[in-house]
């Protein structure tokens, strides 16, 4: 049950968004997306298509990957949010950012923030990934400037630093 | 035209009878959402025509797989990533744990449900032939009760469905009798992910103790007509003989003329119909060749 007495109108609805509470008022079916882009001035993560077939604007929900502009304000009442401004202060997520920087993973950035979520959902189930899961791993997630075999040898790279550090 | 937020309602209720009364009280006026992978889509189109929406996301009723002695029940809440991870779905059903896999990317499939693909009743809908192929039965629910009934003709045009404004599914069963089958699971499409079929094909088949002849088959097509179709006639053309060129000859001119498919942004009638030919024809002779290595 969720605090959703809003007949239309506005209702308080509350969650985690990268360990801290917060509590926002919304209209239930507002995108989780604008939410956290206009709301909290969480602006990582990315509109690409708004309609879940680019991934720009990921966010781990719960800890399962999902596109924020799918998801109904409301669904999202008393999740666990992680951002890409979360993951930037995470130091489990060190080893991606390196390897990001280091293999010219990231081009013109539109696409980076789902891509690095992507990849911290791959690599948290999957410590050694091959090509395939890489690949497989990323597949919802479309990069316009077509770099994708940097991003792939960067996720690689980052499972290596993960094991070695 | 983007939707604007404030015109929709949005609800939780949180379980399972309490949404049933909801569809009771005003049939056809409150739209289930679950994991909103279709319906946040027409959503943000401005194309949603429904303005009352009732969440029905990880319902604890909904989300179940209950593996029964004969049959498994797989809740129509169930996220494809969940029934990518069952053992039984992939052990005993192939075909659906693959069409779990190649529809959408990750972010969907922890999304999108079961159930939800039913109901959106897309001709191109990757999980149903697998449906047919296994003849799965559905559980409907509604504040008057349950019903079982098979998804064979559930789908009865495109988009049309033998669902009551008042009901919901609740969950999907299939019974655990093809172990000793030939799964056959493939999707043609322009990517793996995010991209959807041009034809899709999910089938099943044994061959008899002399393993030559077709003793129990059954093949399920999607992308080629208004709805996912059984190949019937196919089907009771191949049973009981022997697969050989001959026979292949006839069954390409029988699945030619079963389906009905049509042009349009992501194929044409005519490829389609050729790879409709040619995925039955693969499976036929990797049927074939399972006696051989048998």
């Known amino acids: ?165 | 035209m983007r939707a604007d937020p404030a015109d929709f309602e949005l609800i939780a209720p949180g379980e399972l009878q309490a949404v049933v009364a909801l569809l009771a009280d005003e049939p056809g006026k409150w739209l289930p959402i679950a994991g909103g992978t279709d319906v946040m889509v027409q959503y943000s189109a401005g194309k949603l025509s429904a303005r009352k929406l009732v969440s029905i996301a990880n319902l604890t009723e909904l989300v179940a797989i209950d593996v029964l002695p004969d049959e498994i029940r797989i809740g129509a809440g169930c996220t494809y990533s969940s029934l990518r991870s069952h053992n039984v779905i992939a052990a005993e059903f192939s075909l659906l744990a693959s069409a779990a896999r190649w529809t959408g990317g990750i972010a969907n499939q922890n999304r999108g449900t079961l159930g939800g693909n039913i109901v959106n009743a897309s001709p191109a809908a990757d999980s149903l032939p697998a449906l047919l192929a296994y003849e799965a039965e559905l559980i409907l629910i509604s504040v008057r009760g349950e019903r079982r009934v098979p998804y064979l003709g559930f789908h009865t045009d495109y988009k049309k469905m033998q669902l009551a404004p008042d009901e919901l599914i609740r969950a999907v069963c299939l019974r655990r009798e093809c172990s000793s089958y030939l799964h056959y699971a493939r999707k043609v499409g322009a990517r793996n992910a995010q991209a959807i079929s041009k034809v899709c094909v999910a089938a099943v088949g044994r061959l008899g103790v002399n393993q030559l002849l077709v003793e129990d088959i059954r093949i399920a097509l999607g992308s080629v007509a208004p709805v996912p179709i059984r190949l019937t006639e196919v089907e009771r053309l191949v049973k009981g003989k022997p697969i050989d060129a001959e026979l292949l000859r006839l069954v390409r001119s029988a699945v030619a003329s079963a389906i009905q498919p049509i042009d349009d942004i992501r194929s044409t009638a005519r490829y389609r119909a050729a790879v409709a030919g040619n995925l039955v024809v693969e499976f036929l002779e990797q049927l074939r060749n399972s006696g051989k290595t048998a």
């Not at chain 1, 293999?103 to 959902?121: D, E, F, N, R, V």
Request: aromatic letters at 4%; charged letters at 20%.
């Open chain 1, 1 to 165: 049950m969720t605090d959703s007495s809003s007949n239309g109108g506005r209702c308080d609805i509350s969650f985690v968004v990268n360990g801290a509470q917060k509590t926002v008022r919304v209209f239930p079916m507002e995108r989780l997306l604008d939410v956290l882009r206009q709301q909290l001035g969480l602006t990582g993560a990315k509109e690409g298509c708004g309609e879940g077939e680019c991934g720009s604007c990921s966010v781990l929900m719960d800890g399962m990957l999902v596109n924020s502009c799918l998801i109904p304000a409301l669904q999202a009442a008393n999740a666990d949010l992680t951002t890409i401004e979360g993951v930037a202060d995470d130091p489990r997520s060190r080893a991606l950012q390196t390897a990001f920087l280091k293999c010219g993973g990231a081009q013109c950035g539109i696409c980076t923030p789902g891509m690095i979520l992507a990849s911290c959902h791959l690599l948290n189930k999957n410590h050694e990934p091959t090509l395939d899961d890489i690949r497989e791993g990323l597949s919802g997630n479309l990069c316009r400037c077509t770099g994708y075999m940097q991003i792939f040898n960067s996720v690689a790279e980052a499972a290596l630093l993960r094991k070695t550090s």
